[in-house]
């Protein structure tokens, strides 16, 4: 209990320092789960990370996590969740900032290095494209591959399909063809006709 009064206590004067810092920039600052989630503007990303990993209240050491929600309905269709912890306070944040698909988003790897591979897959999954990250490769998908799967429009089938061929002897990239073969369903239930079949035979056999 003395950890969470504690905790509490310094996120309330962190966002009173967020709310007097950033107060133009800052869309929304709410607490979630006893978590401090607070909602930016993209542009303010590396100015605001910076703040949340040098200021004595918060000494935010590590990004843990990138997470997105593809909201697809909205004009801002992707939420970007930041999950960010400090090992001196044992408390961890959420700050969140939404953008489109065009809108380029700040990179943080300037304040933490985990943010690299992290954009990486944001970019691999989502196609996400975040400025001053000059590594955005796949990372999660092979190199070939076309589109971006968590998108919410993305077609589950996929665009390629990789198999290999045995008769040239190698792996190839092929476009799905989700045409199948015509086939003959029997829609009589097996279970039903060996019951009717025992019933038969058993008025068979007491000669009904």
């Known amino acids: 209990m003395e950890h969470v009064s504690l905790i509490t ?18 869309l929304l600052t709410r607490w979630k789960n006893n978590e401090l989630e607070i909602i930016i503007e993209s542009k303010n990303l590396p100015y605001f990370f910076a703040f949340l990993k040098q200021h004595t209240l918060s000494n935010v050491q590590q990004l843990i996590e990138i997470a997105v929600i593809d909201q ?10 930041y999950v960010v912890s400090s090992v001196t306070y044992n408390n961890r944040f959420v700050i969140s900032t939404e953008t489109d698909e065009i ?11 985990s943010a690299t591979w992290l954009e990486r897959e944001v970019w691999d999954l989502y196609g996400i494209h975040f400025e001053g990250n000059n590594d955005l ?25 990789v198999y290999y061929n045995d008769e040239e002897k190698k792996i190839v990239y092929e476009p799905v063809e989700v045409a199948q073969e015509y086939r003959v369903f029997c829609l009589q239930n097996p279970w039903i006709h060996s019951q009717e079949s025992d019933s038969d035979a058993d008025f068979a056999e007491e000669g009904f």
């Open 9 to 26: 206590s310094l996120n309330n004067q962190i966002n009173l320092q967020v709310h007097k810092l950033f107060s133009k920039n800052t």
């Open 72 to 81: 697809i309905t909205r004009k801002n269709r992707f939420k970007i969740n």
């Open 103 to 113: 809108t380029i988003v700040p990179s943080v790897i300037n304040t933490y290095d």
């Open 137 to 161: 490769r796949r990372i999660v998908t092979d190199y070939g591959f076309k589109g971006h799967p968590l998108r919410k429009d993305f077609p589950l089938t996929g665009f390629l399909e």
